[in-house]
Nanobody, 115 residues
Framework: VQLVESGGGLVQPGGSLRLSCAAS????????MRWFRQNPGKERELVAA????????KYADSVVGRFTISRDNAKNTVNLQMNSLKPEDTGVYYC?????????WGQGTQVTVSS
């Protein structure tokens, strides 16, 4: 099983980034997919989630209207489009696949929002 995130980096406030997560080794289309973020000393925070079909999406209040989660079950990928980025969006972003009690995690990608 692999979840490989990409697309992180340094961006100025107000800028945009698009994170991608490539999945392999499990039946991707049967798993809900989520993006979390974490900063040192803080708990991992759920940022966005989508069900296995990509029809139901949920967002943390802090990112509503700015972030969009999407998935492509044909390509086994899930993306997080992040617009109007703020310094408080800084963190390591993790891709997560979940089905019942089974959880898979990626290694994370760093996003830094700073001028």
């Amino acid at each position: 099983v692999q979840l490989v995130e990409s697309g992180g980096g340094l961006v100025q406030p107000g800028g945009s980034l698009r994170l991608s997560c490539a999945a392999s080794g499990f039946p991707f289309s049967t798993y809900a997919m989520r993006w979390f973020r974490q900063n040192p000393g803080k708990e991992r925070e759920l940022v966005a989630a989508t069900d296995s079909n990509g029809l139901t999406k949920k967002y943390a209040d802090s990112v509503v209207g700015r972030f969009t989660i999407s998935r492509d079950n044909a390509k086994n990928t899930v993306n997080l489009q992040m617009n109007s980025l703020k310094p408080e969006d800084t963190g390591v972003y993790y891709c997560n696949a979940v089905r019942s009690s089974t959880n898979y995690w990626g290694q994370g990608t760093q996003v830094t929002v700073s001028s």
